[in-house]
């Protein structure tokens, strides 16, 4: 199969993120305060008197779907947005971080494990509204496997976790359309996968993600 970039159908954005423009907080220019700043190339403000540009590109986030055995570990967020909704450990990639680097240290830090083989899976585009910013971010999605979960521990913006068979979790209660996109993409690998290791390997079908 194929590793690809997803693209979701349109009108997949949450209630009120498809209205708002991440330009919209600037007013003033950041340089010299002056007022107004024009917009260009639908992602840059430019001030017409000091000629201050500012692009506001995509963020980039990395997200793992965590196999124990058979099953997923999925976090619970105890924050918006998306509260008490199903989530991915991971988040946004920090200054001078690799995405591998940057999912690790959230994993770390969400749930206190250790994962391994974390392996691409695909991307896709999604909005996170945060304190009434709208940020345009491009989710990175990857597999990995967890073989000991002792030390499972929910901690920073994560209220929870659960752990389910890929086929008894209901889209529907991710927190965001770009999970729901890349875990119907990995459904959809499952079969394959299943073909290719049961029942003459007693392997997690995880591993070969």
Do not use: W
Not at 44 to 68: E, K, M, Q
Not at 83 to 94: H, N
Not at 153 to 163: F, I, Q, S
Not at 183 to 208: D, G, K, V, W
């Amino acid at each position: 199969m194929n590793k690809t970039t997803i693209i979701p159908p349109s009108g997949v954005s949450a209630p009120g993120e498809s209205q708002r423009h991440p330009l919209d907080a600037f007013r003033f220019c950041p340089r010299c305060g002056h007022d107004p700043l024009s917009t260009e190339h639908e992602r840059a403000v430019r001030c017409g008197v000091c000629g201050f540009l500012f692009f506001f590109n995509t963020a980039a986030a990395s997200a793992a779907f965590l196999f124990h055995a058979d099953k997923l570990i999925l976090c619970v967020r105890a924050r918006e947005p998306g509260r008490d909704k199903l989530d991915l450990p991971g988040g946004f990639v920090e200054y001078d971080e690799s995405l591998e680097q940057g999912l690790q240290r959230e994993i770390r830090e969400e749930l206190n494990i250790v994962t391994e083989d974390l392996t691409y899976l695909c991307s896709a585009p999604n909005d996170y509204l945060y304190a009434g910013v709208l940020y345009k971010v491009t989710d990175l999605f990857f597999t990995g496997v967890v073989k000991d979960i002792e030390g499972i521990e929910p901690a920073d913006d994560v209220g929870g976790y659960v752990l389910v068979k890929p086929e008894d979790i209901d889209p529907a209660r991710f927190a965001f359309p770009s999970t729901r996109t890349a875990f119907q993409y990995l459904l959809s690998l499952l079969p394959a996968y299943r073909h290719a290791t049961y029942p003459h390997s007693r392997h997690s079908l995880s591993a070969e993600l």
